[in-house]
């Protein structure tokens, strides 16, 4: 499968402790995209890559999120002290970048997090 | 005030019939829109792009109406495989095209 892929699928962890995702997106792509979708309602950026450097940042990206792209190639996202509030499925997108246009975003299957 | 809004639904509908779904959104400066498709529990996956001119792909259409930033998605001889939640979007390619997601459409197609 040459799509996006995210690690892992789901995670349950307890409120406090520290989570890490991973995404890895379609080979030649060079941005990467984080999203975060709660129960009804539509995905919200957190973050993007263009190769190795974090272009963008939320607001929604508080000070227990980190994210990085070490090689420009896969992605993790960090969630230091995790709170109940932070319960989500968090998508990874991967696009060609640049050019003036927009390029197709691929969505990966998301990891669903639980905080208890 | 959410940048992007649509009605969240559900829309129960036949099978065959029309339904329509509608969005506004707030920036000015948006430059590409988009209708995604989400099925329940799966990631948001591109429907179709959507155009000042509107654009048709089979059975759906899509218009754009930047003078009063109004989105719509017509959806024509619906199927029970229509059902799923439907995504407006719009995107500024200036601003690395990041997505804004309105809150979705639930549409449920009913035999």
């Known amino acids: 499968d040459t799509g996006v892929s995210q690690n892992p699928r789901h995670k349950i962890t307890k409120r406090g402790q520290n989570v890490t995702f991973r995404c890895d997106p379609i080979?030649?792509?060079?941005?990467l995209y984080w999203y975060r979708q709660t129960l009804g309602q539509g995905p919200e950026f957190l973050t993007y890559?263009?190769?190795?450097?974090?272009?963008?940042k939320s607001r929604l990206l508080s000070d227990r999120f980190s994210a990085e792209r070490p090689k420009g190639s896969f992605s993790t996202l960090e969630i230091q002290r995790t709170e109940q509030g932070d319960s989500a499925m968090y998508l990874c997108a991967s696009s060609l970048g640049g050019g003036g246009s927009y390029n197709e975003q691929f969505f990966g299957p998301g990891t669903r997090l639980t905080v208890l | 005030r959410k940048e992007v809004e649509q009605d969240p639904g559900p829309f129960n509908v036949p099978e065959g019939a029309t339904v329509a779904f509608n969005c506004t959104y707030s920036?000015?400066?948006?430059?590409?829109f988009f209708w995604y498709r989400q099925d329940c529990r799966k990631e948001p996956k591109l429907l179709m792009s959507?155009?000042?001119s509107g654009n048709e792909d089979g059975r759906f259409t899509a218009q754009l109406n930047r003078a009063s930033q109004y989105i719509s998605l017509l959806i024509r001889d619906s199927k029970l495989s229509d059902s799923a939640t439907y995504l407006c979007?719009?995107?500024?390619?200036?601003?690395?095209?990041?997505?804004?997601f309105g809150g979705g459409t639930r549409l449920m197609v009913k035999p």
């Open positions: 979007v719009v995107a500024r390619v200036n601003a690395g095209n990041m997505l804004t």
């Open positions: 080979s030649e792509h060079n941005r």
């Open positions: 920036n000015s400066a948006s430059q590409s």
């Open positions: 959507v155009y000042s």
């Open positions: 890559f263009q190769n190795e450097a974090q272009l963008e």
